[in-house]
């Protein structure tokens, strides 16, 4: 069974940095693709960043490229998401996911889903 666990988030200051953590069991993770997005009340999950690491595919979306960086630890089985020059706009719910092989911006492309972990950037 695929198991995603976020940890990381928390309340944080303008300017400031957090790296948020994604715990996979139950997959082979050198298979699988990781994503990040993130989402807010009453508006439709965001992609934020993937990587696949069969073929070393990184993609990030432009609305954070230069402040977010998506990498990961094999050994460790966890994907990260660095997080900085933080903004208030930032606040949201964050998501960790994965896909057996490929996967793409939408998250329809993504079959498993972590529990979320909340991100608030004070002004």
């Known amino acids: 069974q695929v198991q995603l666990v976020e940890s990381g988030g928390g309340l944080v200051q303008a300017g400031g940095s957090l790296r948020l953590s994604c715990a996979a069991s139950?997959?082979?993770?050198?298979?699988?693709?990781m994503g990040w997005f993130r989402q807010t009340p009453g508006k439709e999950r965001e992609f934020l960043a993937l990587?696949?690491?069969?073929?070393?595919?990184?993609d990030v979306a432009d609305s954070v490229k230069g402040r977010f960086t998506i990498s990961g630890d094999n050994a460790k089985n966890t994907v990260y998401l660095q997080m900085n020059r933080l903004k208030p706009e930032d606040t949201a719910v964050y998501y960790c996911?994965?896909?057996?092989?490929?996967?793409?911006?939408?998250?329809?492309?993504?079959?498993?889903w972590g529990q979320g972990t909340q991100v608030t950037v004070s002004s």
């Open positions: 990587i696949t690491w069969r073929t070393g595919f990184i």
């Open positions: 139950g997959i082979t993770f050198s298979d699988y693709s």
């Open positions: 996911a994965c896909n057996n092989g490929w996967a793409g911006r939408m998250p329809t492309t993504f079959g498993s």
